[in-house]
């Protein structure tokens, strides 16, 4: 069964008033300063104003009555007056789902470093057979976390059997929640839950693979690097968002929400993905407050240990320690993959340490997401591992990427795999699990 999303209406909506959560003022921004009925446009930082509620989930507001240069305009008056947000940390602990303790996480009321892996494929598999073999292994091998694609955009219906979960097309998109759409993710879902493993789950890719931001532009226009603040694409993303978190909201399957992944604006100022992150990590936080929600990049722009390389400077938009400010935000990921980015293998353990430095810095746990090598898996990516597990911030790893026997042949190989039952696998997994319970 298609659902229809009343996009058009809400793009009108959207032009002239700022929805929840949005940006609605700071340096630099151009755009309406007017929220939604209910929401008042409030200050946050010289770069961000943000339309906010008293009554929004976890958040106490405190009016400062004190000296004040910053100008906040809100519905009904043109007082000036500054406020200052609190928002706690949603993820509190006691409730059954994951949250993080510290500079770890804390599973099932267990607090300890976590072993984990990517599997952007199971979402889209057809035969619940072999998505339960898969949990099968995950559960007897010991890795508790697993990140899966909860995103699979396309711009026209492929043919019959081919899953796919959100239609893009000509400025109207479409959420499938048929049996080849989001109900092939609640299979994941339940099968996960009944093995207590626990999924991260992204919500858009930055690449084209499976559709992306590349697939919003396509219906609804504007570029990559504009999609971060197009409103019909925001608007059919965040209705997407909704969509997905109201399913799981309140499965204790769910580890955290990620806003994309390997999010890059390249070129841009890192001000268009912290307010882009800012806003999106606060929407989900008000759809449910008892997840952890995290970002998805892959680590880059970051000062702590810097030698100067690419993945450490600022290009690609994003910045590490800024964006690790956000109180909407649980815990930072980061990724390596010294073959894209010009480095040595060795150089990743630099990599690995500076982001924990990092991270024990802003008192959140890091979650080293993606990693990967096209062969030598075991010679090159254990010493990563033991680097991780040693390094003081740094509280789970998931190597990219998972690989099976299903019953039609192996999972797909996008040339980072190692399967399940191989030599690499006893390397990686067998010996890194049996590493983090000595
Ligand atoms: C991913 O981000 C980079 C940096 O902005 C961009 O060059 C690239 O085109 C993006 N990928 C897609 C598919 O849009
Ligand atoms: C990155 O963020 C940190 C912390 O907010 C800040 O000190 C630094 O100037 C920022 N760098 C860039 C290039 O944005
Ligand atoms: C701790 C930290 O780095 N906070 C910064 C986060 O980003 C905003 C916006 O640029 C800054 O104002 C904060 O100082």
């Keep these: ?27 630099g921004y151009s755009g309406s300063t007017t929220c939604v009925s209910g ?37 009904t008056s043109t007082t000036t007056a500054k406020v200052t947000t609190t928002t706690t940390t949603a993820s509190a602990s006691g409730t059954g789902f994951p949250t993080t303790n510290g500079l770890k996480f804390e599973i099932d009321g267990k607090t300890s470093y976590f072993a984990g892996s990517n599997s952007y494929w199971i979402g889209f598999l057809t035969n619940n057979a072999d998505v339960d073999l898969v949990f ?21 219906v492929p043919s019959s059997g081919t899953v796919y979960y959100h239609l893009l097309k000509d400025g109207t998109a479409t959420i499938n929640t048929g049996a080849d759409g989001l109900q092939r993710l609640d299979y994941v879902v339940a099968s996960a839950q009944a093995r207590n493993v626990k999924l991260i789950i992204n919500f858009v890719n930055n690449w084209s693979d499976y559709g992306g931001m590349a697939a919003y532009v396509t219906a609804f226009g504007g570029s990559q690097t504009s999609w971060y603040t197009n409103t ?39 001000s268009v993905l912290y307010n882009w992150i800012k806003t999106t990590s606060a929407y989900i936080k008000s759809l449910d407050s ?39 935000i649980d815990f930072a990921t980061f990724h390596l993959y010294p073959s894209s980015w010009g480095t040595t293998n060795d150089w990743g353990n630099g990599w690995i340490t500076s982001h924990g430095a990092a991270c024990a ?3 959140k746990p890091c979650l080293f997401e993606e990693y990967g090598v096209t062969s030598d898996h075991c010679t090159i990516e254990a010493p990563w ?5 040693g390094t003081n911030g740094i509280a789970a790893d998931l190597y990219w990427q998972y690989g099976d026997t299903l019953s039609y042949g192996q999972s797909p190989d996008d040339g980072n795999t190692f399967y399940y039952g191989t030599s690499d696998f006893t390397c990686l997994v067998t010996d890194h699990v049996a590493a983090i319970n000595s």
């Excluded at 069964?1 to 940006?23: E, I």
């Excluded at 099968?136 to 711009?155: A, C, P, T, Y």
């Excluded at 952890?292 to 400077?313: K, N, Q």
């Design 1 to 27: 069964m298609l659902k229809k999303v009343a996009l058009l209406a809400l793009v009108n909506l959207a032009a002239a008033q700022v929805g929840a959560y949005g940006q609605c003022g700071g340096v």
């Design 385 to 389: 591992q033991k680097t991780a597990l």
């Design 290 to 328: 008892k997840h952890m929600v995290a970002i998805g990049d892959e680590g880059f722009g970051l000062s702590t240990g810097s030698d100067g390389s690419y993945p450490y400077t600022y290009g690609e938009g994003l910045n590490f320690t800024m964006n690790l400010s956000i109180d909407t």
């Design 232 to 270: 019909a694409a925001q608007t059919a993303y965040q209705a997407y968002v909704k969509a997905v978190v109201s399913r799981y909201k309140d499965s204790p399957a769910i580890f955290a929400w990620e806003l994309a992944n390997e999010p890059r604006c390249n070129g841009c100022d890192t």
């Design 361 to 363: 810095a802003a008192g």
């Design 39 to 75: 929401w008042t446009c409030q200050y946050q930082n010289d770069w961000y104003s943000q339309c906010l509620t008293s009554s929004a989930v976890g958040t106490t507001l405190t009016t400062k009555s004190s000296t004040s240069t910053t100008s906040v305009k809100t519905t």
């Design 136 to 156: 099968d292994h995950l559960e007897e091998s010991g890795l508790r976390i697993l990140r899966v694609w909860g995103f699979n955009d396309v711009n026209a």
